[in-house]
């Protein structure tokens, strides 16, 4: 079957760094997503990656291994902004997007 | 460019009742999408359209019924509401669904409650 697991809730502080992972089971595996999402908000794009290795953007950057069915978002110089959840998604074979629950992010002074 | 818009903001609905949420795009994308978001669960898609006059249904699409006869709009339609479809509804759309893995632009959503 088609499957994504993300923590419920993490909490950083900060200034930090903090990774949130995703594992995934998708048949026909066509790239995997992160969207942040704000209490009350919409979805917004983060990042896709489709090959294996580290995409960087700013402070966020993406990490995927196909052969593992894993990827990281990782969070560097926290700021309270930051607080969000942050949903991961997988595209199988018919560009259909298969969705984590959510990460729910805590950022503390 | 106001993106996607989607209406009602908030509804509050009977049992039984008739309900439409209306979704409008300007970004001339060909595909469109309707999820519904519950606590505690992922976004699960309801429908989707891949371009003008075509439609499909996704994880969960009884009790929802949609139409495209333009671009722009894509309209959710529950027919009989039920307590079960208290949620929060987005419009996505993307530039083509069949052509690769493009990004989904969601709307603002609109906040259901049945009673």
């Known amino acids: 079957g088609q499957n994504i697991d993300q923590p419920t809730e993490m909490t950083a502080t900060e200034g930090a760094i903090v990774q949130i992972n995703c594992t995934y089971q998708?048949?026909?595996?066509?790239?995997l997503f992160w969207y942040q999402q704000h209490a009350g908000e919409a979805p917004t794009f983060l990042s896709y990656n489709v090959l294996d290795g580290l995409e960087e953007k700013g402070r966020f950057s993406s990490f995927l291994s196909r052969s593992k069915g894993y990827s990281y978002l990782l969070l560097k110089e926290l700021q309270m902004k930051d607080s969000a959840s942050y949903l991961c998604?997988?595209?199988?074979?018919?560009?259909?997007?298969?969705w984590g629950a959510g990460t729910k992010l805590i950022i503390k002074p | 460019i106001a993106g996607i818009t989607q209406a009602p903001t908030s509804q509050i609905l009977a049992a039984g009742r008739r309900m439409t949420l209306r979704c409008t795009q300007d970004?001339?994308?060909?595909?469109m999408y309707w999820y519904r978001q519950d606590l505690g669960l992922g976004l699960r898609l309801i429908h989707y359209s891949n371009t003008a006059g075509t439609t499909g249904k996704g994880e969960v699409p009884d009790g929802y019924s949609v139409s495209r006869a333009n671009t722009d709009d894509f309209p959710l339609t529950l027919a009989s509401a039920v307590p079960s479809q208290t949620s929060v509804y987005f419009c996505?759309?993307?530039?083509?669904?069949?052509?690769?893995?493009?990004?989904?632009?969601f709307g603002p959503g609109t906040r259901l409650t049945v009673l």
């Open positions: 970004m001339r994308h060909n595909a």
């Open positions: 998708t048949s026909g595996f066509n790239g």
């Open positions: 996505a759309s993307s530039d083509d669904r069949t052509g690769g893995p493009d990004t989904q632009y």
């Open positions: 998604a997988s595209m199988d074979s018919n560009y259909q997007l298969i």
